[in-house]
């Protein structure tokens, strides 16, 4: 009888102590839903208002100013609509990814056209920065992956290159062939990070925002999405970064079904 109220104690301490586990994982849970809605409720705010502000402007000088101020002003609220849409594209995926077993639908797809479309998508934010995107002779690189998922690994680390390099800056982009993966790298020599600072927006959820170098605002959220797009790809994502120096982001995606 000794035994049998010893294992059911010990099974008592056990269910206590998952019960304790889960609610504190609950507790961490709806704590960075709060903190992840409020960022995004401020991300889209701003650029909304920047939108609504620039097109009053265009309604009341549009009869006086010259093509020029005019088209200032149209490329403004064209990056703050950009932006927005970017943010609420990532909302879409990061959903997504809560369901990538259907969601994940891998194909063989031509990388460098969907590079040269993303680059061609963040044309305006580059010349806005001055930033030049350098892109050396690609031969035709193919690889086995979910083509809107790419597509938001490329726009989310392209938009991050841009925002944190300095005006008149460079961003090289470049890929190589290792053990059946496809491997990129997407340089900048802008602002860098610690390295404290690369481990946490990597390894854990926390959620960082710092401003760009023109003051860009920014949830973070991007390089988490990245990460677990990636994660669904079976690939890696690493970064090469030195505080005022710039950062290198390298990722992997196969180059034929896993």
Known sequence: MEEVDNITHAEDA?????????????????????????????????PMSSIIGFLRLLKEGAHTWDRSKIEENVDIALISATKTYLLLDNLLQWAITENTIKSFQPEFIDFIAL???E?????????QKQVNIVTPAFSDEKAFADKNMVKSILRNLLTNAIKYSHKHGNIEISTTKNNGFLEVSIKDYGVGMKKEMVYTVLNTRNIISIPGTGNESGTGFGL??????IDIHKGKIWIISRFGEGSEFKFTLPVSPQ
């Open 14 to 46: 056990r269910l206590y102590k998952l019960k304790k586990l889960h609610e504190l994982k609950e507790k961490e849970w709806i704590a960075g839903n709060k903190k992840l809605l409020a960022i995004i409720g401020h991300d889209i705010k701003t």
């Open 115 to 117: 590079l040269h479309e």
């Open 119 to 127: 680059i061609e998508n963040n044309d305006l934010f580059a010349k």
């Open 224 to 229: 988490l999405l990245c990460k677990e797009l």
